[in-house]
């Protein structure tokens, strides 16, 4: 059951919904980043856990639906944002847009179309600023207009969806990726904001520039 922190009678302008797995300890470090976010006025904080990610990312977007919100940020347990990274991806008023942050592998956890035609590979160099349009991004700070899943058949997200155009190259993708060729086939861009660089916490953090930093420190971008 979707837990709410923060009850409003109004519709919310924005839900920041946390998928959580007991196997992603909650840090300190990242219950203060989610304190010092700097949210609008109408803000639900939510919170799923206990299951599959794919289920949880469906759950709370249908929460979301349901209190009739405007906007979606996803934030993961092990991502630290910068305290404006709400306010600055709404005000480029797209409807999907994510900050950046660097994956477990060393590598901005963003993607371009595979040379080939089929699938992603990562993108290993970003510009330091600028709006940029991808072709697949991580949902772990992410923020998505609402009236992109009434255009999106649920469940927007799954897990390890085989594509027969791949067949022989695994079980195909992740939930954030499943929903990127979901997006793009019903003609929604992707773009990301370079400046808004996030800490992906691991036991050694993996800080914005994509180093290795123990305790998940901020660093300047």
């Known amino acids: 059951m979707v837990g709410v922190w923060e009850r409003s009678p109004i519709h919310p302008l924005v839900v920041v919904a946390i998928p959580y797995s007991p196997l992603t300890p909650v840090t300190t ?36 639906k349901e209190n009739r919100a405007a906007h979606i940020f996803f934030l993961d347990a092990d991502v630290l944002p910068p305290p404006d990274i709400v306010m600055q991806l709404m005000a480029w008023k797209l409807p999907i847009i994510s900050g950046v942050y660097w994956s477990k592998k060393g590598y901005p956890a963003v993607w371009e179309t595979h040379p080939s035609g089929r699938g992603f590979t990562p993108i290993k160099s970003l510009p ?19 009236r992109v899943f009434s255009c999106i058949p649920d469940p927007w997200f799954e897990w390890g969806l085989r594509d027969p155009r791949r067949e022989g ?25 370079p400046e808004m660089r996030c800490v992906h916490e691991t036991v050694l953090g993996v800080d914005p520039e994509g180093g290795t930093t123990f305790g998940a420190v ?4």
């Open 218 to 221: 901020q660093k300047e971008a």
């Open 29 to 64: 470090d990242w219950v203060i980043a989610l304190m010092n976010l700097q949210l609008p006025a109408n803000t639900r904080v939510q919170f799923q856990r206990g299951v599959p990610i794919d289920v949880s990312r469906n759950t709370l977007v249908r929460s979301a």
């Open 128 to 146: 330091k600023r600028g709006l940029t349009e991808v072709a697949a991004i991580s949902m772990g700070c992410s923020l998505i207009d609402m």
């Open 169 to 193: 190259e695994g079980e195909g993708h992740s939930e954030d990726l499943t929903f990127c060729e979901k997006a793009a086939e019903h003609g929604f861009k992707l773009f990301i904001d």
